[in-house]
């Protein structure tokens, strides 16, 4: 019969399948797929990867005579099945913009003016000005003697949008340069989901994928607004919930994902870790009065529930005051934390296996938490009673061997002062639960951009090298490739692949020694205090996203020189122009301002949130002498190599020698295979990553990428629309890293001998001596005959409830935020006693600003605003800046629905238009009525659309593992303007 896409999408609710695989389930109680249909496709068409959140929607765009003619949702993507949001719809626009930049644009010191310059003059001059600034500001030598090799004068900002070979091609070239303070923005939008899922189970991102999400018998989602800022991958949890599943919400706002909720839970911004630590504590109790509701095997065998921890050791429910035993005043003497030993097991460490033992791990949670009953949640929290209660017993209830719960989390979860243990308690519940490895079950952190994961994960944070945490820039005490520690294969790879022939024990010196904090505050300290020199901003807009952005816009004006790359000219871009309140004339720094290629204008691979890998290719050429960062990149690369060619000192070898053969234009297919890595023996492709080593016969850009681009072929590029486990793995769509897994911990989703926990949704399961299903998250046999435990990247192999790795406590604690009108009703510790400050403005008094704001996103703009607030649709369908209050505030207040109003808080002034609205409502805590109101942070003052930023409000206050803000919840008073 004949089809077209539309008729094919109508056909997406129409189930097929069945686990083919283990040929035990019946196919109505499976993940159901449309039946793949054969389309006929118009010759020009090519597939793209939507450039917005990390969902990672395939887009066909119609390229007729080399410009894109129409664009829709691709059908046979597992993922999107052919919708788009709203965002994605108007991508069309992006190409039609007559506001992009063509040509490249450089403003001299105390001009008022752009000028526009051609490729030939600008490359040179920035690669002068870089060379300059490194060589006279290099450190060979640190203070103790160690050889560091760095500057740290140049900084670089950015990006999560490039392609992962660009974002590669950045990393590297920025090392060779010596440059340490290297950041992006996953540093202040989840980076403690990563530090906190680092220590609960051994990696940071999403555990699972969105198309698992239908698997679920429950999902909450706590920290994010999935149905507005993730709207296609929220079909994956109303699927879930039209074979039953149950949905809660957990949010301060009653958004669009409240409102397709069976449950919605209303609390105070900043007390998540209390509403989740009472859930935690009703499990607990729950599971003793009712052991057969739970999976016990799974807490006793796969967690350190058994582990005993040293008699010492005391928690807040001991000590009283709300900290942690080895208090010293600025930090914790972890030596109480430790494990009690026990020469006789494997791993040394004593353990209790009926999780009786007073300072078993089991005992000491129970402990911890028990203070977090039912009155205390509801107090510190706002929360209905009722409707917490039936929370606790419906989450609770996917604890039952064959059920799983999925917990789903953005940002909002992360950016906050106690950001790591918030995300540390979602992952002790779902422990306990058994909800990790499963089908349908994970900690499903969410990334806010197409490719936040891909690039991170390239190095463009500044304590990880390509590889993540495994292949860590090394410290200065680390003096030779021998003393780095575990992984030297991974790094000795990459050494490898960075300059060829050199031993890996020579080039070990080449790439800079780390020697403090060079996260993203501190970064903006150096800049402030004149330390930092020269900023390369690629693609990214921290004038509008950064905490306190208007010191940030005054920070800029004390550098020599900036970078940035861009498709439009950004709030940084512009930040000496009169529209950001500045005198041109008194601002000195030179910028460049380089016209970028968008993602329908390049080609190259894209990470989504869920790990999984695709290709997209080029639907036009980009605008006038616009190009793509893998262009810029590489004329820039080749110009420094030829300035530091035949040079000597401050280890220049590490840029001359840098391997760089990709051609001019770059073939990103080189890029790729670099990422993939050879076997230098024979030149061919590696196949995995187990294939590395630490003797300089294999090369690897990239660990985790290792794979992907084999003598098979590029497997980013795979469309193939099977699924023969039928709960949506697909592993034959583009390809997932690590090894194309697709569940991780997938180990733990089946019973000691290798059978699964769900016989109707088996991730693995052990089958005539070998796993089928999934890719193992490694490949023994099952634990019982191996003694290997599913969680491999843990030291013993069991994931952690007790974690005694982060500096702020081995178990998530309720402090308030730093700035909160209520005492902390828990302890008399008000705040985590080691977050981080950089603010100088000064804390805001509850009696200035009595108000609680917190932030939120928009389904129309993404992040600053700086690409679609261009975007004539998304304009008109969000035109203003606006705030949300109450109905009980405005009344107080005197504002009505469309008025004026000023928000203040200690650090700065905005105004924005009110909605009034039944989506929020004061809260009673301790007898006390507390408003709050809430603001989008989309909006700046360039664009069609102009607006305040919501982040002048905010504070420079960092959780302590990685320093990401609290943005989420802070003082503030407001007026009718």
């Known amino acids: 019969?004949?089809?077209?896409?539309?008729?094919?999408?109508?056909?997406?609710?129409?189930?097929?399948?069945?686990?083919?695989?283990?040929?035990?389930?019946?196919?109505?109680?499976?993940?159901?797929?449309?039946?793949?249909?054969?389309?006929?496709?118009?010759?020009?068409?090519?597939?793209?990867?939507?450039?917005?959140?990390?969902?990672?929607?395939?887009?066909?765009?119609?390229?007729?005579?080399?410009?894109?003619?129409?664009?829709?949702?691709?059908?046979?993507?597992?993922?999107?099945?052919?919708?788009?949001?709203?965002?994605?719809?108007?991508?069309?626009q992006v190409t039609k913009s007559k506001d992009r930049l063509t040509r490249p644009r450089w403003r001299r010191g105390g001009t008022s003016q752009w000028k526009e310059a051609g490729w030939d003059e600008v490359i040179p001059a920035l690669a002068s000005r870089i060379k300059k600034t490194r060589d006279a500001t290099f450190a060979v030598k640190d203070q103790e003697g160690n050889i560091v090799n760095r500057t740290e004068a140049i900084?670089?900002?950015?990006?999560?949008?490039?392609?992962?070979?660009?974002?590669?091609?950045?990393?590297?070239?920025?090392?060779?340069?010596?440059?340490?303070?290297?950041?992006?923005?996953?540093?202040?939008?989840?980076?403690?989901?990563?530090?906190?899922d680092g220590e609960t189970v051994g990696r940071g991102p999403m555990s699972n994928h969105w198309i698992d999400l239908g698997n679920t018998d429950c999902v909450m989602i706590i920290g994010g607004n999935i149905a507005e800022s993730f709207p296609v991958a929220f079909k994956?949890?109303?699927?879930?919930?039209?074979?039953?599943?149950?949905?809660?919400?957990?949010?301060?706002?009653?958004?669009?994902?409240?409102?397709?909720?069976?449950?919605y839970a209303r609390i105070r911004p900043g007390t998540d870790i209390a509403f989740v630590g009472g859930i935690i504590r009703y499990v607990l109790e729950d599971m003793e009065a009712h052991p057969g509701n739970y999976n016990l095997t799974y807490v006793k065998e796969y967690t350190n529930a058994s582990f005993l921890v040293h008699p010492d050791f005391a928690g807040p429910s001991d000590t009283l005051n709300g900290l942690f035993s080895g208090w010293k005043g600025g930090g914790y003497d972890k030596k109480s934390w430790a494990y009690q030993a026990d020469p006789a097991q494997p791993d040394k460490i004593k353990k209790d296996p009926t999780l009786t033992d007073r300072h078993c791990v089991f005992q000491l949670l129970k402990k911890h938490f028990a203070r977090y009953d039912h009155d205390k949640v509801v107090e510190i929290t706002g929360v209905d009673r009722g409707t917490y209660q039936e929370v606790c017993r419906t989450y609770a209830a996917t604890g039952q061997k064959g059920k799983a719960g999925a917990i789903v989390f953005s940002s909002s979860a992360c950016q906050r002062s106690t950001g790591t243990q918030t995300v540390r308690s979602f992952g002790i519940l779902q422990l306990l639960l058994g909800n990790m490895g499963v089908a349908g079950g994970g900690l499903n952190g969410i990334t806010g951009a197409v490719n936040g994961l891909g690039c991170?994960?390239?190095?463009?944070?500044?304590?990880?090298?390509?590889?993540?945490?495994?292949?860590?820039?090394?410290?200065?005490?680390?003096?030779?490739?021998?003393?780095?520690?575990?992984?030297?294969?991974?790094?000795?790879?990459?050494?490898?692949?960075?300059?060829?022939?050199?031993?890996?024990?020579?080039?070990?010196?080449?790439?800079?020694?780390?020697?403090?904090?060079?996260?993203?505050?501190?970064?903006?300290?150096?800049?402030?205090?004149?330390?930092?020199?020269?900023?390369?901003?690629?693609?990214?807009?921290?004038?509008?996203?950064?905490?306190?952005?208007?010191?940030?816009?005054?920070?800029?004006?004390?550098?020599?020189?900036?970078?940035?790359?861009?498709?439009?000219?950004?709030?940084?871009?512009?930040?000496?122009?009169?529209?950001?309140?500045?005198?041109?004339?008194?601002?000195?720094?030179e910028v460049f301002l380089l016209p970028a290629a968008h993602s329908l204008e390049k080609e190259g691979s894209v990470c989504n949130s869920s790990r999984w890998n695709q290709w997209r290719y080029a639907g036009a050429a980009p605008p006038g002498d616009a190009r793509s960062d893998l262009w810029i990149i590489n004329k820039l690369a080749l110009k420094l190599k030829e300035l530091y060619a035949g040079e000597t000192d401050l280890n220049s070898a590490a840029v001359a020698h840098l391997t760089w053969d990709y051609g001019d234009p770059p073939d990103v297919y080189a890029v790729t295979k670099e990422m993939n890595g050879y076997d230098l023996k024979n030149g061919s492709l590696l196949n995995g990553p187990g294939s590395l080593k630490d003797d300089g016969t294999t090369s690897c850009g990239n660990w985790l990428w290792c794979g992907m681009f084999t003598e098979a072929g590029n497997k980013a590029k795979k469309r193939e629309t099977e699924d023969p486990s039928g709960i949506g793995l697909f592993p034959g769509w583009g390809w997932a890293w690590p090894v194309n897994r697709r569940i991780m911990y997938n180990r733990a989703s089946v019973d000691l001998d290798g059978a699964p926990w769900d016989p109707?949704?088996?991730?693995?399961?052990?089958?005539?001596?070998?796993?089928?299903?999934?890719?193992?998250?490694?490949?023994?046999?099952?634990?019982?005959t191996s003694g290997k435990y599913p969680f491999i990247m843990k030291p013993q192999g069991r994931a952690h409830l007790f974690g005694p790795g982060r500096p702020d406590g081995p178990f998530p604690e309720h402090y308030e935020p730093w700035e909160s009108s209520l005492s902390n009703l828990l302890s008399p510790q008000q705040n985590n006693p080691l977050l981080k400050s950089w603010e100088a403005a000064g804390r805001g008094r509850p009696s200035e600003y009595p108000i609680i704001a917190t932030t939120h996103r928009v389904v129309e703009h993404l992040h600053t605003g700086a690409i679609t607030r261009r975007l004539p649709w998304m304009v008109e369908m969000m035109p203003e800046m606006f705030i949300e209050l109450s109905r009980e505030l405005a009344?107080?207040?005197?504002?009505?629905?469309?008025?004026?109003?000023?928000?203040?808080?200690?650090?700065?002034?905005?105004?924005a238009k009110a909605i009034v609205t039944a989506r929020l409502k004061p809260y009673r805590t301790n007898g006390t009525m507390v408003h709050c109101v809430s603001l989008p942070w989309n909006w700046g003052y360039m664009g069609l659309s102009k607006g305040d930023s919501t982040n002048q409000l905010t504070a420079r206050i960092g959780d302590p593992n990685t320093g990401i803000p609290e943005f989420r919840a802070f003082l503030c008073n407001v007026r009718r303007g």
């Open 891 to 911: 009344g107080e207040k005197g504002i009505k629905g469309g008025d004026p109003v000023i928000i203040e808080s200690a650090r700065g002034r905005i105004r």
């Open 1 to 92: 019969m004949g089809l077209n896409r539309r008729d094919f999408i109508k056909l997406g609710g129409a189930g097929t399948g069945g686990l083919l695989l283990f040929g035990i389930v019946e196919t109505d109680k499976t993940l159901g797929f449309p039946a793949p249909i054969a389309l006929k496709k118009k010759i020009g068409e090519r597939t793209t990867v939507c450039p917005y959140c990390g969902v990672g929607c395939s887009v066909i765009m119609a390229v007729e005579n080399g410009r894109i003619t129409n664009m829709e949702g691709d059908p046979d993507s597992p993922i999107n099945e052919g919708s788009l949001c709203s965002k994605g719809a108007s991508l069309f």
């Open 456 to 589: 991170t994960l390239q190095g463009l944070v500044n304590h990880w090298l390509p590889g993540a945490g495994s292949v860590r820039p090394p410290a200065g005490k680390e003096q030779a490739l021998s003393a780095y520690g575990a992984n030297k294969a991974r790094l000795a790879s990459l050494l490898k692949a960075w300059y060829g022939d050199a031993d890996p024990k020579i080039s070990y010196h080449y790439i800079p020694k780390r020697g403090g904090d060079y996260s993203w505050q501190p970064l903006f300290k150096g800049i402030r205090d004149g330390k930092i020199k020269g900023l390369i901003c690629w693609g990214i807009n921290p004038v509008v996203s950064g905490p306190h952005s208007g010191s940030i816009q005054k920070d800029l004006q004390k550098l020599d020189w900036m970078v940035v790359i861009d498709l439009w000219e950004t709030e940084t871009a512009a930040f000496w122009k009169p529209e950001a309140g500045a005198n041109p004339k008194e601002i000195q720094t």
């Open 236 to 263: 994956w949890v109303t699927r879930a919930r039209c074979k039953g599943a149950k949905m809660i919400h957990v949010d301060p706002r009653f958004t669009r994902t409240s409102a397709k909720s069976d449950l």
């Open 760 to 784: 109707q949704h088996p991730v693995i399961g052990w089958r005539d001596g070998k796993w089928v299903g999934d890719v193992p998250d490694g490949n023994w046999p099952p634990t019982r």
């Open 155 to 196: 900084a670089s900002l950015g990006s999560v949008f490039p392609n992962s070979e660009e974002a590669y091609l950045m990393s590297k070239m920025l090392r060779a340069l010596g440059i340490v303070y290297i950041e992006n923005e996953a540093r202040i939008c989840v980076s403690s989901a990563v530090a906190a």
